[in-house]
């Protein structure tokens, strides 16, 4: 009996179990050398675009991966990348480890259903130990720097410190936190191309790629009233087409007077609410343009409802759907408005205002490729420091965390019966390679620096791989400012063992043409 058709083709038992390991064992590969402060780009290379980076996520993204056991990886990068903004690298090495110690499990007859219990008696213990070893002590700016300066170390920064970038992430997550919650959405990192690095700067507002409506109007005001308008500035129509006969110029002139009243009340109705500067999501006929120019009016036409939206919320603005429905209520205000050309494009700065909730880090780069790396590092930095002030949970970085978790779960493995024990050893084993892999990346021995970072664990209770200027040391991450939220770590032990586990339990691939 036929039951597939013929098209369909099935992988059942040690093929597909092999197949499916190899998929993850391949994507953590792939990923596993950017581990760190002295981790490797990828060039990754599609249709003419050229992308460098080592951020995890983004390689992942970019990579062209069909197999869905590797799809299943990049998921877990991407949830790691959704839910703390940073970890992709380390969630992915994990899951990829956590697979290939599985798989010399299942060659020694370990049923697949021991290896998931072990695996997840094991996360538990590894995020009650990412739990003690969380610093008893007040997450401040000074604290929240050397989490941001962490995240980006290593990151393409182009020619400025991390630590200079540090600081206005620090002040950019402040400025949208509220009792402890950061908006993450009123924190917008922008890229340009066309300066050094060191240009970066903190905008306390927001930045849009949008140019006034015509040249004649003013490029800066200050203290400015700002209205944003859903409304085209332009000649009413009718909805029903219709014809006029004109049978004398005397007509056809007061046609047109109308029409030119008409866009002149526009301007005149504008400016006499005191409205400085318009943002308007409908267009503006150049004509009422150049009346709104004549009256030192700014504006700024067909935004984008996001944009605009952006914008109220910024400025403390209202959204107006009609002139007839001015109000000095729904007007926001900014301490200033201005617009600036960056090559061919010119850009508009929203800054500062009354009711202002958002906030820009405009970075600068000489190059694109240097631009959009300092964007993604910028980003990840945003995403960690927010999660450290949400959670409130800080823990040592540089593989220190990691030592601490595979010292706990041995522990716990010498007390466990049974074949399980051996999966909650493998996962010791498993984790044991991201420290491993920390010093490898920095030039050290790998087997060496394990041994000493075990040795000096067990001596002061802390250690980690501390990146120098040609190398790495072992040394206390907390006094080298090297630390991470406790959120990130937990969510990539959650993230990987859910994935793993998932498939080392697939022991059928059925596909269908």
Known sequence: MFVLS??????????????????????NESVRTTLGPRGMDKMLVSDGDVVITNDGATILQEMDIEHPAAEMIVEVAESQEDEVGDGTTTAAVLAGQLLAKAETLLEDDIHPTTIVEGYHEAAEIAVETVEETALDVEVDDDLLAQVAQSSMTGKGTGGVAASSLAESV?????????NGVVDRDAVTVYARVGASSTATELVEGIVLEEDPATDAMPSEVENATIAVLDVDLEVRTGNVGAEFSVDSVDQLTAA??????????????LDDAGVDVVFSTGDIDDRVAGYLGKRGILAFES???????GIARATGASRIGALDDLSEE???TADRVRTETFGEDELAFIEGGSAAEAVSLFVRGGTEHVADELER??????????????TGGVVPGAGATEIAIADAVRDAATGTEGRRQLAIEAFADAVDVLPRTLAENTGMDPIDALVDLR????????????ATERTGEIGDPVEAGVVDPAAVKREAVESAV????MIARIDDVISAE
């Open 6 to 27: 013929e098209d369909s083709q099935r992988t059942h038992g040690e093929d597909a179990q092999q197949s499916n390991i190899s998929a993850g064992k391949a994507v």
């Open 330 to 332: 729904d007007f926001g």
């Open 498 to 501: 859910e994935a793993a586990t």
């Open 170 to 178: 620090v002040d950019a997550v402040r400025h949208a936190e509220r």
């Open 455 to 466: 040795a000096t664990y067990d001596a002061h209770g802390r250690a980690g791989i501390i």
């Open 303 to 309: 935004l984008s409802d996001g944009d605009a939206q």
């Open 256 to 269: 047109r007077e109308s029409g030119e009243r008409e866009l002149r009340e526009y301007a005149e109705t």
């Open 377 to 390: 590092a910028i980003t990840d930095a945003v995403d960690v420091v927010a999660a450290a002030i949400e």
